[in-house]
């Protein structure tokens, strides 16, 4: 199957309100401005709940009712952002302070995928770690040090309710969310 007939990519994310995304954009442009670095600009801010997967047409129909319903059965909850974090030398990110919301809404959301979809291994986390990017792949080990400094003090708090949940389909040059589905209140 060539690239052009392969299925599109989605995932699926939580994207904390405009003010804070625009609040992380602006963390995102001040790396892009000192180091050059912009790859995390591609997305707006969002927390992965799903990591990329490709499904057809007819299961993206499927797809977008199960996820009313389930978004149906699950409350708003509140998220509370404290700090910056990194994994190694590749990523900078936003701490999410309370994991077990995200985690227990991965898990849930990856088993209702699972039933009626045939993900591939690499389309399945079996972990997750909630978090906002800020610098990632074009983010070389050799400005890390730098980036890493700038951020790994700053001080940076914000909460919001975690309303909805989004897909996000890949174009073939950009991702844009599809639909949100939002949680009960």
Known sequence: MSAKTRNPLYFIALMPPESIRKEVETFKK?????YGIKHALKLPAHITLQIPFRISEDELKILIEKLDDFCLNH?????????FGRF???VIFIKVE?????LRLHDE????????????????????????????????????PAVWEDFKDRDYK???L?????LFRHDGENWEVLKHFLLSE
Do not use: C, V, W
Request: charged share 30%.
């Open 109 to 144: 959301l990856q088993q209702l995928i699972l039933n009626f979809i045939d993900l591939k291994k690499h389309e399945i986390a079996s972990k997750m770690h909630p978090h906002l990017t800020i610098a990632t792949r074009d983010l070389k080990r050799s400005e890390f």
């Open 162 to 166: 975690a309303r909805d949940i989004s």
């Open 75 to 83: 409350k708003a909850f509140p998220t509370k952002l404290n700090g």
């Open 158 to 160: 914000a909460s919001f």
């Open 30 to 34: 001040e790396i892009k401005a000192k």
């Open 98 to 102: 309370d994991h077990e919301p995200y």
């Open 88 to 90: 190694s030398k590749q």
